[in-house]
């Protein structure tokens, strides 16, 4: 018999390390690993094994096929924003195709079981565009469908992915004869704004500035902020980004009348994030001084996400808002941290 276990996919990175802490305390299924870095030591421990390996590796995910029975995929790997500029070919393969080869094996799965399996999938504010500031500060919140023209690889990406995993959900191999394709990959998506651990910093997104900043201040480094004071980006702390992940897992399909959500929780400036982390640790040395072009990223991305469709379909409200986020987990959790 197979066992049955969660995939978690890029499962050393910043939402991984949140998710797979959560899963093992309240999921009494077995989580498998799976990523190319060296999984850190406190989350080895949770999982019921790690694979050190490749998305790309076709013949690893078959094997896993053979060896498990994975009811629930959550597909976390990606290449973030900045770093994917460097080498955008390269990032498109490991976002898109990595996301393929998932995909397939998520209907390889689903052949052997009743129910189709589950695709969890984090897309990002950064399948949005907008073309200058003035059109973003217009805009205000934005919907689903709203400015989707993305202006980074990565980005682009995350739209096409979501897209694929509406494919793979509904119109897989549609024109075949006799065998029904549908119905086997259950996608959901949430697309998510820039997000901030207390226990981990991003590895090459755009939106790192916040979360650098005050790691910077609590490890008494000086942080040179790449983006103005006046800029403006949705964010939402670990803790909320883990709950909305369960929360749409949980939720029964027939109250989902979307694939895809957008979620939210406090949209400061740089300046904000300034004032907040100046507070808690006054000798704080930060300046600002802007990246032309990761302004420019970040410029095209909404300042506010409108998140009532996965608020009206399956209760979505962040328990942390902006204050909370950084009086009530951010800086006490951080000071611990760094204090040791
Ligand atoms: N945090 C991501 C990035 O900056 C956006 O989703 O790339």
């Keep these: 018999m197979r066992k049955e276990v969660i995939l978690i996919t890029g499962a050393n990175g910043e939402i991984g390390h949140g998710l797979i802490t959560y899963l093992a305390q309240h999921c009494s299924t077995p989580i498998l690993a799976l990523d190319v870095q060296p999984i850190d030591e406190d989350i080895a421990k949770l999982c019921s094994r790690f694979i050190l390996g490749d998305i790309m590796d076709q013949m690893l995910l078959g094997r896993l096929v053979g ?3 994975i009811r629930t995929i959550y597909h976390l790997a990606s290449i973030l924003s ?3 500029e460097y080498n955008p070919e390269t990032a498109h393969r490991i976002n898109v195709e990595g996301m393929l080869n998932l995909l397939r094996m998520a209907v390889e799965q689903s052949q052997w079981q009743t129910n189709p399996v589950k695709f969890i999938y984090p897309s990002s504010i950064a399948a949005y565009g907008f073309p200058n500031v003035a059109a973003k500060t217009a805009a205000g919140k934005i919907t689903e469908d709203q400015w989707t023209f993305p202006t980074t690889m990565y980005g682009c990406n995350k739209l096409y992915c979501e897209h694929l995993g509406r494919y793979y959900s509904r119109h897989y191999k549609q024109l ?5 394709y549908e ?7 949430l697309r998510f704004p820039g997000l901030i651990s207390a226990f981990t910093t991003p590895t090459g997104g755009t939106s790192d500035y916040g979360p650098e900043m005050l790691h910077h201040a609590a490890a008494g480094e000086p942080y040179k902020c790449f983006v103005r004071p006046d800029t403006t980006l949705p964010f939402m ?3 909320d980004a883990v709950k ?6 949980e939720t029964p399909r027939q109250n989902l009348s979307q694939l895809v959500y957008n979620v939210t929780s406090f ?5 904000d994030f300034y004032k907040y982390v100046l507070s808690a ?5 930060i300046s600002f001084d802007p990246d032309k072009k990761r302004q420019g990223i970040v410029d095209s991305w909404p300042a506010d996400l409108d998140d009532s469709a996965a608020r009206k379909d399956w209760g979505w409200k962040p328990d942390y808002g902006e204050k909370a986020s950084f009086e009530e987990y951010l800086i006490p959790v951080i000071r611990q941290r760094y204090q040791k």
């Excluded at 075949?176 to 029904?180: D, I, P, R």
């Excluded at 909305?244 to 897992?249: C, R, V």
């Excluded at 640790?281 to 040395?285: D, M, S």
């Design 67 to 69: 060896e498990y029975e």
């Design 82 to 84: 900045t770093k994917a």
């Design 176 to 180: 075949a004869s006799g065998e029904l």
């Design 183 to 189: 119905n086997r990959v259950d996608f959901r998506c």
């Design 237 to 239: 702390v670990m803790p």
């Design 244 to 249: 909305s992940l369960i929360q749409l897992e």
């Design 267 to 271: 949209s400061p400036s740089a300046q």
């Design 281 to 285: 640790f006054p000798k704080a040395e």
